[in-house]
């Protein structure tokens, strides 16, 4: 007598088999729940909280953003001779254009204050003879600065209008509130571009995958609502974490990758069940206990990979982490309960809409020839191609070792935007006094002799810097003598070694003899150059402690799943080979100026030093995608009775067509972020749509199977016994399912190619 239990079907497919039976339950519950998620939304409203830069650098941030400090955005106007011999002492039309400057911007006194001229201030004349070629006009944006972005174009205006009486001379505005007003539209327009773009891109290939509108439409509506979904529910933890414009970009763009990849695994199995000659109700139990289990495993390794950002401690990424994560667990819980409920709701009319002469009728056993016939010639000779393989994306990734982290400042925005130009003859005219260092003092008695004595001091100590500290020192004094702010220009650029070097001797150095030796007072250094290297400086303290926890869990996380110490080594050996042949490619094109005349940007000799840490996160967690869906093909073959060496050829060949679909639509959207105007977004877009790119068609066409070739069977753990032995025999039952010949194909079947 056989007293053997029936296997439990696992969670997954109990629960999306709940979904197919209680298929109005599923559908309509998933839509009130998007509905609850924009109306606390709404309700709750999104906190703007300010990100602060980490270290000392942060600490001054904290005091700046106070009620009592209102520090206006500082602006400059040029004024400034076109041909060599004019200068300010020799040609009256400039000294006219200064006085004709500084009353314009006297005539709208809401919007500039604060006036400072050669005219009372001798040293806004640059150096060289007969007083130099450079006049410099400074102001502060009245108002509340808050508000600069705007307040400022009065001022704008004005000074335009005495440039258009002057053509003969270079009269240029430009300053914290010009530059915000111009990164700001900028951003917002590439922002929109690639929101508009990248749903009509998607919507068209997957007209393409799967040749019928219905069959089209519900990645995109799985994908959209999630989106919708997680951007209403950052409401919630915008109240403690900075959640901003560019967060909301992400995780639109990470839930539209995800929420397609998913729709199209699952889909995709479905219609190929159904076309095998399973029933609607058969089909989706199969895909539950297929693709259904690979979107989870996949799911929590791309939130494993995320949730590293965390370690990091900078505001900016744990707010990042926290959308993106939110949005792929929404990805995931409606792949699990709104797709099977759809799916069983629609049944045949899934593959309604047929678009004319997109898509080609598929049997159930249909194999990819050309990835078939490539997994195979790797199989057989797997040292030789993996070998070839592996030294190829190993070049690529070369290059990466001379990677240099570098913030683009005004290099973020193109070189043809007027402030940008402004900005840079600014700082070729006055080095260092555009983005100065702000010393942000604190403590008792800031408006006595010492204090006042000290920055005396700080001023003689400029010689001894021997460049490093340079004039004019100044200084404000806010809320009723709480906060003084010493503003101190800086060699270099701002985000140059020569900043940095200067910024570590006005910290080390200048400011310990100085403000250092006053009792009852604290000051940190704020500014461009601060934020920057302490940013760096964090980032370069807690790198390895993310690798170390996204590695590790995922290696714990892809073990359990596949019950294989070796799959998890192979997987994340393969995903940091073509991590690190995307950074190559970066700093080959991005760094060393490779194609900037075709992507329309200028090399600055580095790359962003945020990017290089959140795409590693991001490409990890999306390239587990295709391996965790590859694998349990793989896998499911392998439980079926087939040999390790078949199980890879014919899971390579059959999931070949989802995952080129999947990759080709991923690739597209990236590829947008390459046509935007700011480098960190172009950066960004190329790195990703290549990194994909190399997974999707080197990894997972030859490393992969040449890998698993060479691990043979030890790659696969052996057949269990006992209640493992139970579940083995339920994975198995389900795997002979999917692997019954066809029997009949469905009129009007359209699989995905």
């Known amino acids: 007598?056989?007293?053997?239990?029936?296997?439990?079907?696992?969670?997954?497919?109990?629960?999306?088999?709940?979904?197919?039976?209680?298929?109005?339950?599923?559908?309509?519950?998933?839509?009130?729940?998007?509905?609850?998620?924009?109306?606390?939304?709404?309700?709750?409203?999104?906190?703007?909280?300010?990100?602060?830069?980490?270290?000392?650098?942060?600490?001054?941030?904290?005091?700046?953003?106070?009620?009592v400090v209102q520090q206006p955005?500082?602006?400059?106007?040029?004024?400034?001779?076109?041909?060599?011999?004019?200068?300010?002492?020799?040609?009256?039309?400039?000294?006219?254009?200064?006085?004709?400057?500084?009353?314009?911007?006297?005539?709208?006194?809401?919007?500039?204050?604060?006036?400072?001229?050669?005219?009372?201030?001798?040293?806004?004349?640059?150096?060289?003879?007969?007083?130099g070629r450079s006049a410099l006009v400074t102001f502060n944006v009245a108002g509340n600065p808050g508000n600069d972005d705007q307040a400022v174009v009065p001022a704008m205006n004005a000074v335009a209008a005495v440039a258009a009486h002057h053509p003969g001379l270079k009269i240029e505005e430009a300053g914290g509130a010009s530059l915000d007003r111009a990164t700001g539209s900028i951003t917002s327009q590439d922002f929109r571009k690639a929101e508009v773009t990248s749903v009509p891109v998607?919507?068209?290939?997957?007209?393409?995958?799967?040749?019928?509108?219905?069959?089209?439409?519900?990645?995109?509506?799985?994908?959209?609502?999630?989106?919708?979904?997680?951007?209403?529910?950052?409401?919630?933890?915008?109240?403690?974490?900075?959640?901003?414009?560019?967060?909301?970009?992400?995780?639109?763009?990470?839930?539209m990758a995800v929420g397609i990849d998913y729709s199209l695994f699952y889909l995709r199995r479905v219609r190929e069940e159904r076309a095998a000659g399973h029933d609607t109700a058969e089909a989706l139990r199969i895909a539950a206990h297929t693709s259904g289990r690979a979107i989870v495993v996949s799911g929590l390794t791309v939130m494993i990979a995320l949730a590293g950002l965390f370690l990091t401690g900078i505001d900016v990424f744990s707010g990042v982490a926290v959308g993106t994560i939110?949005?792929?667990?929404?990805?995931?819980?409606?792949?699990?309960?709104?797709?099977?409920?759809?799916?069983?709701?629609?049944?045949?009319?899934?593959d309604r809409g047929r678009i004319p002469f997109l898509g080609r009728r598929r049997t159930a056993a249909h194999e990819s020839r050309f990835w078939g016939m490539l997994a195979r010639a790797v199989v057989r000779r797997p040292l030789i191609w993996g070998g070839v393989a592996a030294a190829v994306l190993l070049t690529l990734a070369a290059p990466a070792l001379s990677l240099n982290l570098e913030d683009a400042g005004i290099h973020s925005l193109p070189a043809n935007v007027p402030v940008v130009r402004s900005l840079m003859d600014i700082s070729q005219a006055f080095p260092g006094g555009p983005e100065p260092a702000e010393v942000v003092v604190t403590g008792s008695d800031l408006g006595g002799k010492q204090v006042s004595e000290a920055v005396a001091a700080l001023n003689r100590e400029v010689?001894?810097?021997?460049?490093?500290?340079?004039?004019?020192?100044?200084?404000?004094?806010?809320?009723?003598?709480?906060?003084?702010?010493?503003?101190?220009?800086?060699?270099?650029?701002?985000?140059?070694?020569?900043?940095?070097?200067?910024?570590?001797?006005?910290?080390?150095?200048?400011?310990?003899?100085?403000?250092?030796?006053?009792?009852?007072?604290?000051?940190?250094?704020?500014?461009?150059?601060?934020?920057?290297?302490?940013?760096?400086?964090?980032?370069?303290?807690?790198?390895?402690?993310?690798?170390?926890?996204?590695?590790?869990?995922?290696?714990?996380?892809?073990?359990?799943?596949?019950?294989?110490?070796?799959?998890?080594?192979?997987?994340?050996?393969?995903n940091l080979l073509s991590v690190g042949a995307s950074y190559g490619l970066m700093v080959l094109i991005f760094q060393d100026g490779h194609l900037q005349g075709l992507l329309g940007f200028t090399a600055y000799g580095g790359i962003t030093t945020w990017l290089p840490l959140f795409m590693f996160v991001l490409l990890?967690?999306?390239?587990?995608?295709?391996?965790?869906?590859?694998?349990?093909?793989?896998?499911?073959?392998?439980?079926?009775?087939?040999?390790?060496?078949?199980?890879?050829?014919?899971?390579?060949?059959?999931?070949?067509?989802?995952?080129?679909?999947?990759?080709?639509?991923?690739?597209?959207?990236?590829?947008?972020?390459?046509?935007?105007?700011?480098?960190e977004f172009k950066m960004f877009g190329v790195a990703m749509a290549v990194a994909v790119?190399?997974?999707?068609?080197?990894?997972?066409?030859?490393?992969?199977?040449?890998?698993?070739?060479?691990?043979?069977?030890?790659?696969?753990?052996?057949?269990?016994?006992?209640?493992?032995?139970?579940?083995?025999?339920?994975?198995?039952?389900?795997?002979?399912?999917?692997?019954?010949?066809?029997?009949?194909?469905?009129?009007?079947m359209s699989t995905i190619r």
């Open 1 to 67: 007598m056989n007293t053997t239990q029936p296997a439990r079907a696992p969670i997954v497919e109990r629960v999306a088999g709940w979904s197919a039976r209680h298929r109005k339950t599923a559908v309509f519950g998933w839509l009130l729940l998007v509905v609850a998620a924009v109306v606390i939304g709404q309700r709750l409203g999104t906190d703007n909280l300010n990100s602060y830069d980490p270290g000392q650098a942060g600490q001054a941030e904290r005091v700046l953003n106070r009620p």
């Open 463 to 574: 010689a001894a810097t021997h460049g490093a500290i340079r004039e004019p020192i100044s200084t404000a004094m806010f809320g009723n003598d709480q906060v003084l702010v010493v503003s101190v220009p800086l060699a270099g650029s701002g985000t140059d070694a020569t900043s940095n070097s200067a910024l570590a001797t006005l910290r080390t150095q200048a400011l310990p003899a100085t403000l250092g030796k006053v009792p009852g007072i604290s000051y940190a250094v704020a500014g461009l150059t601060a934020g920057n290297h302490d940013f760096d400086a964090q980032l370069a303290k807690t790198v390895p402690w993310v690798f170390v926890f996204v590695l590790g869990l995922a290696f714990l996380l892809l073990m359990r799943a596949f019950r294989s110490v070796y799959i998890p080594a192979l997987s994340i050996c393969l």
């Open 326 to 350: 939110m949005v792929v667990g929404v990805a995931v819980l409606g792949s699990l309960t709104f797709l099977p409920g759809i799916l069983s709701m629609l049944g045949k009319w899934t």
């Open 202 to 255: 998607s919507l068209v290939l997957l007209l393409v995958v799967f040749g019928a509108l219905i069959a089209a439409g519900i990645p995109l509506l799985l994908a959209g609502t999630a989106v919708i979904s997680a951007i209403s529910l950052m409401a919630i933890p915008s109240r403690w974490l900075p959640i901003g414009q560019t967060t909301s970009s992400i995780v639109l763009l990470v839930g």
């Open 73 to 131: 955005d500082s602006e400059s106007v040029l004024v400034q001779g076109r041909v060599a011999g004019q200068t300010y002492g020799n040609d009256p039309e400039i000294r006219e254009a200064v006085r004709q400057v500084v009353a314009a911007l006297r005539a709208v006194p809401k919007a500039a204050a604060g006036i400072q001229s050669p005219l009372t201030r001798p040293g806004l004349v640059s150096a060289g003879p007969g007083g």
């Open 693 to 748: 790119l190399i997974d999707a068609t080197i990894v997972r066409g030859v490393l992969l199977p040449a890998g698993l070739a060479l691990l043979g069977e030890r790659a696969w753990p052996q057949r269990a016994r006992g209640p493992r032995g139970h579940r083995r025999a339920r994975h198995a039952e389900v795997a002979q399912a999917a692997a019954a010949p066809v029997t009949s194909e469905v009129p009007g």
């Open 620 to 679: 990890f967690g999306l390239s587990m995608d295709y391996h965790v869906f590859i694998l349990s093909r793989i896998r499911e073959l392998r439980v079926g009775g087939a040999s390790a060496r078949a199980a890879v050829t014919d899971g390579i060949a059959r999931s070949a067509g989802v995952v080129t679909s999947a990759a080709v639509i991923m690739v597209a959207v990236f590829s947008i972020f390459a046509t935007l105007s700011l480098i």
